[in-house]
Nanobody, 115 residues
């Protein structure tokens, strides 16, 4: 059974940083592209970033490029998202997933950027 469990969210001030983590089980993590997606309040799910199975290829949405960094540890079956220079527009529930549409995502972790 595919399971993805996200953690690391919280309340942070504008300009701050957070590191999200996701623990995967139930599928061949080391052979899978992995994604972070997010759902801002009242909006649709949107793709944030993805990483290739070997970690050499990473891609970011225009709104997160240069501020966010995705990484993975295939031995630990974990996915990370380091988020820097956060703004109010980054407020959302963040999910790790198996595709850009959020396939297999877990319950998510709330990130709130506010003073």
């Amino acid at each position: 059974q595919v399971q993805l469990v996200e953690s690391g969210g919280g309340l942070v001030q504008p300009g701050g940083s957070l590191r999200l983590s996701c623990i995967a089980s139930g599928f061949t993590f080391g052979s899978s592209y992995m994604y972070w997606v997010r759902q801002p309040p009242g909006k649709e799910l949107e793709w944030v970033s993805y990483i290739s199975p070997d970690g050499r290829e990473t891609t970011y949405s225009d709104s997160t490029k240069g501020r966010f960094a995705i990484s993975r540890d295939n031995e630990e079956k974990t996915l990370h998202l380091l988020m820097n220079r956060l703004t109010a527009e980054d407020t959302a529930v963040y999910y790790c997933a198996r595709n850009h549409e959020g396939l297999g995502r877990g319950r998510g972790t709330q990130v709130t950027v506010s003073t």
